[in-house]
């Protein structure tokens, strides 16, 4: 009797002590559906990147140490504004303007209204008085990005996902409103439905070595370039939470 009782007390501390190393070990199973981007981090554990959610799950904050966007939501669910603060800039407000089907057909900057022109698969725009052209997939990620004689390529990997993968569409929105921030800061470090695989057409390539977890969502992403001359490699590291 005494030895059942032994090994039923060791099985139980047995279990509980996995449960524990699990949850403090970041790999406690989250159901497929029910995953959404936490943080970003670097291999040293610093936060790179917050998210906050609305409560039915959308978007509603994206957090770096140098900049912030906030959404803002109709009763339809569709982006209206947008907020982003650089820091030491202004905080660059812009206003949504949809057509009955829900594409955008404009936007709102500084009191300058701007027409947005949806063809087929593109989005084309002004500005800060440069005319742009978009393309975008069925996943309606970005897969083009046009300016003057730039044109840049973006190469998903189709049949995984990214770490928005679960929440709404912001990257056509954040293109429209303002290019430079797309690239640098949702681009270079993936923070998109579909995972980048590699950016073509700039000084330079850019590449992202990949990994997965068991349900296929970006778990970690190996950022390399020589943008600006010098090789660069960035290490990112997705943490999820479930919502």
Do not use: W
Request: net charge negative; hydrophobic share 35%; glycine share 6%.
């Amino acid at each position: 009797m005494k030895t059942k009782i032994l090994l039923a007390t060791i099985l139980l501390l047995t279990l509980f002590s996995c449960k524990s190393d699990d949850e403090s070990s970041g790999t406690r199973t989250i159901p497929a559906d029910q995953k959404f981007l936490s943080k970003v981090t670097d291999d040293a554990g610093a936060t790179t990147f917050s998210i906050e959610y609305t409560t039915d799950k959308k978007i509603k904050k994206i957090v770096s140490d140098i900049y912030q966007v906030r959404y803002d939501y109709d009763q339809n669910g569709r982006i209206v504004k947008s907020y982003l603060s650089l820091d030491g800039a202004p905080t660059i407000i812009t206003d949504f303007e949809h057509d009955a089907n829900g594409n955008i057909v404009g936007y709102t900057q500084d009191d300058v209204e701007y027409v947005v022109e949806k063809i087929n698969n593109k989005y084309f725009f002004i500005n800060h008085n440069d005319a742009y052209e978009i393309e975008f997939n069925a996943q309606n990620e970005v897969i083009k990005l046009k300016t003057g004689e730039t044109q840049l390529d973006f190469f998903l990997v189709d049949g995984k996902s990214g770490p928005f993968s679960n929440t709404n569409k912001i990257n056509i929105y954040d293109c429209i409103s303002n290019p430079f921030y797309y690239f640098y800061f949702s681009a270079m470090n993936n923070l998109t439905h579909v995972p980048i695989e590699e950016i073509l057409g700039g000084s330079s390539p850019i590449t992202f070595q990949n990994e997965y977890d068991e349900h296929g969502f970006l778990k970690r992403s190996v950022l390399s370039t020589n943008v600006g001359g010098e090789p660069q490699v960035v290490n990112l590291n997705y943490q999820y939470i479930k919502l």
